[in-house]
């Protein structure tokens, strides 16, 4: 699978069936092999790893690395067309690019095809999952989020086989509790709702503990928008590369988060 970096940070270029195809071919992987780690670093994420060395290092071991957030598929087409750029065609170049997308938001889709959220993959694994069973269990978000998720998912897709939640933290004195869980109900695929960057650091030390896990994928709030406790925006936003929005004017609590995304992030770009 070809790879692509964006501010240091490695992704796979592919679409969303060429991960699901792959993802199931691990499942079916009987061989004793450590678990994968599927990441789905956003613009936010990226920022964050440039000041954290493990978790820079966690996202680029990660197995498959998806991107989360329209940001990164214009960072990948703005590396892809000022790569003989000066300094002042970057800023050109940027600030068209950024207003263009306002306009053609299927302009930033030069190197991905399209861009990949956390929740949607997690959906589309669990629809994937049902042919063979493949245990599934849901870790993290407040207490009762986790099981609203699974009845949801289990009305969504008849006969997905969800056989633990559990809230916990990633804290270490959590741990134990969700040792135990895992090791009474032997799943295979790990859904972990701690937020990043905890849920990645908190799989990048504790998957080789859990033998029956062969996917851990960390969601940020995929429980919280399935549980019915968030709502995700209309597709339409979501098509247009807006959701950003919809969510700064439904938690406007979230606006250094966002500035982050909108600002910091494609400046950090054109800079780099
Ligand atoms: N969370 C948790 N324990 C923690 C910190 C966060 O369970 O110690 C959960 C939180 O309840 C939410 C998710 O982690 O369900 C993170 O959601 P956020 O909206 O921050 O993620 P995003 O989608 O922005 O990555």
């Known amino acids: 699978m070809k790879k692509v970096k964006v501010l240091n940070i ?29 990441v789905t670093p956003n613009p936010e994420m990226l920022l964050h790893a440039q000041n954290n060395a493990s978790f820079r290092e966690t996202l680029n071991r990660a197995w498959l690395s998806i991107p989360d957030g329209i940001g990164i598929l214009w960072a990948s087409t703005f590396q892809e067309i000022t790569k003989r750029s000066g300094a002042i065609g970057r800023l050109l170049k940027g600030l068209a690019s950024l207003i263009g997308l306002i306009f053609f938001p299927g302009s930033c889709q030069r190197v ?14 669990c629809a994937v999952s049902r042919d063979k069973k493949t245990p599934i269990f849901l870790l993290g978000a407040i207490v009762g989020v986790a099981e609203k998720a699974k009845e949801i998912l289990e009305i969504r897709y008849p006969g ?7 809230s916990g ?3 270490d004195f959590d741990f134990a509790a969700i040792n135990a869980l895992i090791a009474e109900t032997q799943p295979e695929i790990l859904f972990i709702a701690y937020g990043a960057p905890a849920q990645e ?25 399935l549980s019915g406790l968030k709502k995700r925006a209309p597709k339409l936003m979501q098509k247009l590369g807006l959701e950003w929005l919809y969510r700064l004017l439904k938690e406007p609590s979230r606006w250094k988060r966002i500035w982050n995304a909108i600002v910091k992030f494609p400046l950090r770009v054109i800079r780099s």
């Open 10 to 38: 490695q992704f796979d270029v592919c679409t969303k069936d060429e991960a699901l195809a792959r993802i199931l071919d691990a499942l079916q992987n009987r061989s004793r092999e450590s678990a994968k780690h599927i």
């Open 112 to 125: 991905f095809s399209e861009r990949i959220t956390g929740v949607d993959l997690m959906e589309s694994i």
């Open 160 to 166: 997905v086989n969800i056989v633990g939640t559990f």
């Open 169 to 171: 933290s990633p804290n």
């Open 201 to 225: 650091l908190w799989i990048s030390r504790h998957i080789a503990k859990f033998p029956s896990v062969k996917i851990a994928m960390g969601v940020g709030g995929a429980f919280d928008f």
